[in-house]
């Protein structure tokens, strides 16, 4: 087994930016692809980025945060980041980091552990 505790979430004005973190503990060498998606209001829940944590290939990300969101892991501290700059009110949502023990892919069902969650709030 795998948790995962999100933390990091709060309120933000438009263009702010917001670091969260996942501090993954347990059976962790088991996990091959770690990532964060987030439901925003009205929608399905839906993948942000995701990073393959093992080998050191390029991460993927949503269309619609490219070039503003960042993923990154410590390996030594077992976290995952995702930095969030120029914040719009369309990111508001949810956010749940989340790991799967095969390779990496954007489709939420594919995912096996999942944190609780952390709010993100962008106000215009």
């Known amino acids: 087994q795998v948790q995962l505790v999100e933390s990091g979430g709060g309120s933000v004005q438009a263009g702010g930016s917001l670091r969260l973190s996942c501090a993954a503990s347990?059976?962790?060498?088991?996990?091959?692809?770690m990532g964060w998606f987030r439901q925003i209001p009205g929608k399905e829940r839906e993948g942000v980025a995701t990073?393959?944590?093992?080998?050191?290939?390029?991460?993927t990300y949503a269309d619609s945060v490219k070039g503003r969101f960042t993923i990154s892991q410590d390996n030594a501290k077992n976290t995952l980041y995702l930095q969030m700059n120029s914040l719009k009110p369309e990111d508001t949502g949810i956010y749940y980091c989340a790991a799967r023990s095969w390779s990496c892919t954007m489709l939420v069902g594919f995912f096996n552990y999942w944190g609780q969650g952390t709010q993100v709030t962008v106000s215009s």
């Open positions: 990073i393959d944590t093992h080998i050191h290939s390029t991460p």
């Open positions: 347990g059976y962790t060498f088991s996990t091959h692809c």
